[in-house]
């Protein structure tokens, strides 16, 4: 991409947030999230200051996997609604200034896809080749990404008579995404929601769709790329490409960043949680220091969770053991030897201070953030689920009634079951704290309000700032529009620290920007004191001579 302007690179300061239609809002209690209900909430989505909702797979689906088991690319389970009600969800999303990016999930589809029913049943049916078949296992066939499901990623179809891979779960068959008519398919899918007024797509298994045997490589991804920026041209493609930064950056293409727009930062979301375990921040500062700079039109996509279990995988065994132990200590919340199933709130036993300090630290990350439905407010996994990535996907906690006032379904017929333990809907509910102004919720709509005004952690670069503790995270990000300076302690007790301002001259102030006090500061020689409480976090807004910015 040729960036000569960059008004229409909206998601570099956008705040995202995943939700998944069949757990958001049940409006004829049949027990299943519908489009309608979205459609409802979409005001406490504009409320809380989203600009970019990231819709999971609400395609037709066996659901053995969520969802990411399609079987029919141009529809709407019929669940959830029409397609005529994901139009309107989509007319009203814009009308309230927001944009949809939805799951593009081509790396396989569900065995139920017809293209699979009808290549299965002969070698020279039309649709064979979509798919990849081999007479025998390779010997250097790669293990499965569940291994505790799966024993590998081929396996022998009885109707077919050959092997067919599978990267994931065995009724996920991976296409054959080097073949032509496959990626015409392809085309047509992404031209079909781009069409209908779709803003992009968070782009599912990158690493897996380009690779494999005889696989494309990334000359695939920049051609759809350049497709999606031809057909609708602020539309923007979020990748999920979880390796190391070094191999990450060729996902962005060149150096015009012309593949993936978007990646999430797994990296740093992995060395959060060993420096939240150790209550020291290095690992995190080791990580951040090491994130390769990136062209002007891409953009980091911050998180603390998704809807997959945590993974850890980046990390070594022996950090993993230490999240682990810190954060999972019995073996039902951890899943494939590698991954966490719970949520923040509970790792960090609802320490609010600690909280709060972690999304502090992820909005103010050079980046776009991306939330996890029901983040806002603070909730937590359910606790009966065990050793799976469903006990984080549980139905919205609206209110506190019995169903959350998410449905009112028998339990039994409800999709997921509700929350139980400490972070019940009784405790923990959008309609309880709508009303308290120092709920997690007002905290969170505050952070994502002085975000949007933030525009330089967007477009800024990032300095690591020195200051003694190990366990502060001090930094600060600049760019044209701005600067901001953060800190955040991750040990229990407070610290008092000097921060230099990179750059600092005559006549610079600082104004705190999440505190109540709105005096600015002149530096002192270039710096100024801070007191951080345990588990604090602080961001200052630098106000050069001249400047007319307000905090
Ligand atoms: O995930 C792909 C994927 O690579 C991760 O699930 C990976 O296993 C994890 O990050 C640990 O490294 C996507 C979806 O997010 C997931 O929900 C689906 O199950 C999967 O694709 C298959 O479609």
Not at 319 to 333: I, L, N, Y
Not at 404 to 422: I, K, R, T
Request: negative net charge; contains cysteine.
């Amino acid at each position: 991409m040729r960036l000569t302007d960059t008004s229409d690179l909206w998601w570099k300061t956008a705040v995202f947030y995943n939700l998944d239609v069949k757990t958001y809002l049940d409006t004829d209690d049949d027990g299943v999230g519908d489009l309608r209900g979205l459609a409802q909430r979409l005001d406490h989505l504009a409320e809380l200051g989203v600009t970019c909702l990231w819709l999971a797979p609400f395609y037709p689906s066996p659901q053995r996997d969520n969802g990411y088991d399609i079987q029919d690319y141009y529809g709407v389970d019929p669940r959830y609604g029409t397609l005529g009600d994901m139009v309107e969800v989509l007319r009203t999303a814009h009308d309230r200034g927001m944009r949809v990016i939805v799951d593009l999930v081509v790396n396989h589809t569900s065995d139920q896809h017809p293209w699979f029913q009808e290549a299965r049943t002969s070698p020279d049916s039309r649709y064979r080749h979509f798919y990849q078949w081999r007479d025998d296992v390779p010997d250097d066939a790669p293990a499965s990404m569940f291994p505790d499901a799966e024993d590998g990623v081929w396996r022998f179809d009885e109707t077919a008579g050959q092997y067919y891979k599978h990267s994931f779960y065995r009724h996920q068959p991976d296409l054959a995404t080097d073949h032509p008519e496959v990626r015409e398919e392809i085309a047509k899918v992404l031209g079909f929601w781009l069409e209908l007024g779709i803003d992009g797509f968070r782009v599912d298994a990158v690493p897996f769709l380009i690779d494999g045997d005889g696989g494309p490589e990334h000359e695939y991804l920049r051609t759809l790329r350049g497709y999606v920026s031809r057909r609708r041209g602020a539309a923007m493609l979020l990748g999920e490409v979880n390796l190391p930064y070094d191999e990450q950056l060729a996902f962005f293409g060149d150096s015009d960043g012309d593949e993936l727009t978007m990646q999430f930062d797994f990296v740093a979301n992995q060395r959060l949680y060993l420096a939240l375990a150790r209550q020291d921040a290095a690992p995190l500062r080791d990580a951040l220091l090491s994130r390769p700079a990136i062209a002007l039109g891409n953009q980091w996509g911050n998180f603390v969770r998704n809807h997959d279990e945590l993974t850890l995988d980046q990390l070594s065994a022996d950090e993993r053991d230490e999240v682990f132990e810190a954060f999972a200590p019995e073996k039902g919340q951890r899943i494939h030897d590698r991954g966490i199933t719970r949520r923040l709130p509970s790792m960090l036993e609802g320490d609010p201070r600690r909280i709060r300090m972690v999304y502090s630290l992820i909005f103010s990350l050079p980046g776009a953030p991306v939330l996890y439905y029901g983040e806002e407010i603070g909730m937590g996994e359910d606790p009966r689920v065990t050793g799976s990535r469903a006990a984080v996907r549980t139905p919205m906690q609206w209110t506190d009634a019995a169903g959350a006032g998410f449905s009112d379904a028998d339990p039994d017929d409800m999709v997921a079951q509700v929350v139980a333990g400490g972070f019940a809907p009784q405790h923990i509910n959008v309609s309880q704290q709508r009303h308290d102004p120092g709920s997690f919720l007002r905290f969170v709509q505050e952070l994502i309000r002085t975000y949007r005004a933030a525009p330089e952690i967007g477009w800024g670069e990032l300095a690591i700032l020195d200051q003694p503790h190990s366990c502060v995270l001090a930094h600060s990000v600049t760019s044209e529009l701005g600067m901001l300076v953060a800190a955040h302690n991750f040990a229990p007790d407070g610290r008092t620290f000097r921060i230099d301002v990179l750059g600092a001259d005559e006549g610079w102030r600082v104004v705190s920007l999440l505190g109540d006090d709105p005096a600015p500061v002149t530096l002192d020689e270039g710096g100024f004191d801070v007191e951080l409480g345990g588990y604090g976090h602080q961001w200052w807004r630098v106000i050069r001579p001249g400047e007319r910015r307000i905090a």
